[in-house]
């Protein structure tokens, strides 16, 4: 059998920005952002940018049984605590001043209740984007 296919060369403009996915994301522990840049933290560095009391307090967070209060008061955590944990950033991301904002408003805050009461909590995941091993820059 005889197979032989055609080959044709495709060329395209988007006609939008193109978002590369790494299927990653930052969690909201996993960075603060701060006067337009997103700082990711670096969680080895982390424990040790904060003080004794700040570990405790983390600590008593994270025992809590794991509901939306948790997960506000974790956010508010690291977000009341930016100052000086940006010394710790393993990486700088420019960001827009509309993530920012959006940023600062949601933080620590449900995002909306349900009607029956229901808290739906802002999880401020942000999607990684793929970037090359060695140099960590973006594909």
Do not use: W
């Amino acid at each position: 059998m005889n197979l032989s296919f055609d080959v044709f060369r495709l060329y395209f403009t988007p006609l939008s920005p193109v978002h590369i996915g790494s299927g990653d994301s930052y969690q909201p522990t996993h960075y603060v952002i701060e006067d337009g840049t997103l700082y990711e933290l670096d969680t080895g560095g982390l424990m040790a940018a904060l003080s004794n009391d700040d570990r405790t307090a983390l600590l008593n967070i994270v025992e809590r049984q794991p509901n939306d209060e948790m997960v506000k008061a974790i956010q508010r955590f690291f977000y009341q605590r930016r100052a000086s944990l940006l010394s710790r950033a393993c990486k700088r991301i420019p960001v827009s001043k509309g993530v920012e904002h959006l940023y600062v408003s949601r933080v620590g805050q449900a995002a909306n209740r349900e009607s029956g009461g229901k808290q739906v909590i802002n999880r401020l995941e942000i999607d990684r984007t793929a970037c090359y091993p060695g140099s960590g820059q973006p594909l």
